[in-house]
C-alpha cells in the first residue's frame, strides 16, 4: 500500500525533474526557493533528481561534526536530520518537495503529515527500485536507510526537512560511487566500510550496468508509487523551474569549509 492510499487520500499528479550533475549550494538554495513556491501552491508536487559532486553534509544531529575526519571537501552544514553524509559522482539523489496533506477521515488521524510514515515510504521506493535492479535489500532495525539483505552493508541514505508540511531534502543511492571516499566522514556515525553501492552488489538493469542516468526513469516511477504520487519525468525547460534555477546558480548557499 503507498503513502497516500494508507494515509486514506487520493493519488496527485507531479512532476520528476533531472537536473544532471549539479553543485550541492545550487541545490541547496534551488530546494528553499521551490519549498516557498510550494507552500503558495504555485507548483506541483516535485521530485528532484540530480548527482553532485564530492562535498559533506551534516544535519541537525550535534555529533555531525566530529564524525568528519577529512575535511578535504566541502562541507555544508543543513537543516535535514541526520549526521555527517557524503555525496559524490555516481550517487543518484533525490530531494522530493511535496506538500504533505493532513487526512480526510479520523483515522488515520495524521494523514500524510506523519514523518516517521514519510520516512518509510521513501524507503519503499528505494527497495523497488533496486529490486528492480536484482539487487534484494532490506530495511535494519532501529536505523534509517536501505541496507543489504544480510543488514551488513548500506546502500541508501535518508534525510530529510520539512517546512509547514512542505519537504525537502531526501535519499542518496550509491549506484557506483566510488565508496573510499566514504572514508572522509564516519557515515551516520558508523564506520565507511559499511557503505556498499549497486555497482558492487552486481546489480543490473535490463541486462545492462546500472548507472545514474539509467536509473532516473525507473526512481521516478518507483517513488511515484511509495509516495502516492504520479511523476511525469520531464526536462527543467518544460517543468516551469527554469528561472528558480537560474536564481539558485546566481545566489547558491555557501559553503561553510573551504574545499582543500
Keep these: 500500500m503507498d ?23 545550487v541545490a541547496w538554495k534551488l530546494q528553499q526557493l521551490l519549498v516557498e513556491q510550494r507552500q503558495q501552491g504555485l507548483l506541483p ?6 548527482e553532485h559532486s564530492d562535498v559533506i553534509t551534516v544535519g541537525r544531529r550535534q555529533t555531525g561534526q566530529g564524525n568528519i575526519i577529512d575535511r578535504r571537501f566541502p562541507v555544508f552544514e543543513i537543516e535535514r536530520g541526520g549526521d555527517a553524509t557524503y555525496h559524490g559522482p555516481g550517487q543518484l539523489v533525490g530531494y522530493p518537495i511535496l506538500a504533505l496533506r493532513p487526512s480526510l477521515d479520523p483515522a488515520p488521524a495524521y494523514g500524510e503529515q506523519d514523518l516517521h510514515g514519510y520516512l518509510r515510504a521513501l524507503e519503499e521506493g528505494l527497495l523497488m527500485l533496486v529490486s528492480e535492479c536484482g ?6 532495525p532501529r536505523y534509517t536507510g536501505i541496507w543489504t ?4 552493508g548500506k546502500l541508501a541514505s535518508l534525510g530529510v526537512a520539512v517546512r509547514r508540511w512542505v519537504t525537502s531534502h531526501g535519499f542518496a543511492l550509491n549506484v557506483s560511487t566510488e565508496l573510499s571516499r566514504f572514508f572522509a566522514i564516519n557515515p551516520c556515525g558508523m564506520q565507511a566500510q559499511v557503505m556498499t553501492s549497486l555497482q558492487r552488489l552486481g546489480a543490473e ?19 511515484g508509487r ?11 525547460a518544460e517543468s516551469g523551474l527554469a528561472a528558480l534555477v537560474a536564481e539558485a546558480e546566481l545566489h547558491p548557499e555557501p559553503s561553510q569549509t573551504p574545499n582543500g
Design 45 to 50: 508536487d516535485t521530485l528532484l533528481l540530480c
Design 149 to 152: 539483505a544480510d543488514h551488513q
Design 135 to 140: 539487487v534484494a535489500c532490506d530495511r535494519k
Design 226 to 236: 511509495a509516495l502516492g504520487r504520479r511523476f511525469r519525468l520531464c526536462a527543467v
Design 205 to 223: 538493469l535490463d541486462g545492462q550496468a546500472v548507472s545514474v542516468e539509467r536509473l532516473i526513469e525507473p526512481c521516478a516511477r518507483a517513488m
Design 3 to 25: 503513502f497516500a492510499s494508507a494515509a486514506k487520500l487520493p493519488i496527485i499528479d507531479g512532476q520528476a525533474v533531472y537536473l544532471g550533475r549539479i553543485d550541492y549550494g
